[in-house]
């Protein structure tokens, strides 16, 4: 289907389709991070691009930056220090952990794009005082990017840029439900590759490109797959790693459901249309399920990855780890043990910007076998 090779080959290939964007004139913002409003980025006319990191060895950015930061850090430092990301005209780091703070000090000292802003975020998410800071923060975020182009972002952009990014989240969560229906209608690589082109191709392409998509895997039917299969959902941060959908169907598996920065985390949150876009900005990013580097309550991450694998009818949930990732890392015995006590069983699987393909198998397999 030309839609989804596509989609397929801009994320096996970002540099390349970035490369052409810079050519027809774009004007290209990085972010490592989905608490980025990428609906402003879109309205000041500009192009927002996650950024994933090299999956090539580190060297460069060893120099500056202790082993014990997570491989994602790591890897897009790298990747800008390489000359890799001279495409992006700046960048924006939303301060969530103290690795993305790490990360945006270097990337400010050891680059030179003509545009860089730090959007110092809220962490507790459910106070008055909160809402009031975040509207000031992604207000500023707005000011910088005015300054840096010379042109007022009006408050018809921002409703432009959010229905857009509407229209991509509904299409997205769409493909989910389907997939949670028909596990046979589109594979998890498949999937996985289409949220990752979602950050990186151009949103107005992008959401031409979709309902084709979605109509083919509404439209596929056939087998759902054994009643042996087993029904899971990832968790974690970034999974930049197609091999590993793979594994876990070769394992007997098949993921109905995430909790992850490369899936659902990327487009929950519709955002309303009608009235003052910045506040209905604000409300999207306080209220949508949050990642463990902020805070709502003392159970809501565990309330929502239970209530995502009760919704897919989840046999397991597995926690993907990135290597010397804190917030995750802190977060999980205490999702483990609510998981436990639902009686949903789950595994801890430490991953890094290259996968231990063999040792990840093996883990899978056990953990598949034993459900
Ligand atoms: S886990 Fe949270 S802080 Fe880390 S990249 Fe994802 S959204 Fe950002
Ligand atoms: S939340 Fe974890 S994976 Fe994401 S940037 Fe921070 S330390 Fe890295």
Redesign the pocket.
Known sequence: MDELDTLKTIAGNPGGYLRDLKEDGETLLGY????TPEEIILAAGVHPVRLFGTQDDISLADAHLQSYCCSLVRSVLEDVLRGNLDVLDGAVF?H??DS?QRLSDLWRMNTDFSFFADMVLPVTLNRESSRQYMTDVLKGFKDALETRLGREITDRDLRQGIETCNGIRTLLATLYRIRSDNPRAISGRDLHAIVMASMIMRRQDLLALLPAVVEAARETGGATGTEDTKRLVLTG??CNHPDLYDIIDDAGGIVVGDDL?TGS?YFEGIIDETGDPLEALVRRYMERPT???KHLSLTARADHIISVARENRADGVIFLLLKFCD??AFDYPYIKEALAREHIPSTLVEIEAQLSEGQVRTRLETYIAML
């Open positions: 490592v991070c989905t608490y939303p969530t952990c993305i941060s970034v920065c985390r990642c463990p580097a917030p995750h």
